[in-house]
Nanobody, 123 residues
Framework: QVQLVESGGGLVQAGGSLRLSCAASGSIVSINTMGWYRQSPGKQRDLVASIQRGGNRNYADSVKGRFTISRDSAKNTAYLQMNSLNPDDTATYYC?????????????????WGQGTQVTVSS
């Protein structure tokens, strides 16, 4: 099994910053893509940012220029630096990872989600 543990959420005033972390653990062989999604009550879960093993990054239009995703492959950890936060960024943020894990003597693809961390931006 692969587990993702997020941290770094909290309450911040508009214009402030937060840094989220996501640490993956378990029988991991390799991680191809790590990403951050967010979901507000009554809305679907949307991609915020993702980063591939080679370093290619993808951002939602609404966060371009404000959020930066990075990863430390040696630690199987991803980060999301969020600057210039506004109330529209309020949501539960979920980490996602896709890669290969070792299971029963062979490599199998995995897709894992973290438990979510709340980010609340006050106006």
């Amino acid at each position: 099994q692969v587990q993702l543990v997020e941290s770094g959420g909290g309450l911040v005033q508009a214009g402030g910053s937060l840094r989220l972390s996501c640490a993956a653990s378990g029988s991991i062989v390799s991680i191809n893509t790590m990403g951050w999604y967010r979901q507000s009550p009554g809305k679907q879960r949307d991609l915020v940012a993702s980063i591939q093993r080679g370093g290619n990054r993808n951002y939602a239009d609404s966060v371009k220029g404000r959020f930066t995703i990075s990863r430390d492959s040696a630690k199987n950890t991803a980060y999301l630096q969020m600057n210039s936060l506004n109330p529209d960024d309020t949501a539960t943020y979920y980490c996602n990872a896709v890669g290969l894990r070792r299971e029963f003597g062979r490599n199998e693809e995995f897709r894992a989600w973290g438990q979510g961390t709340q980010v609340t931006v006050s106006s």
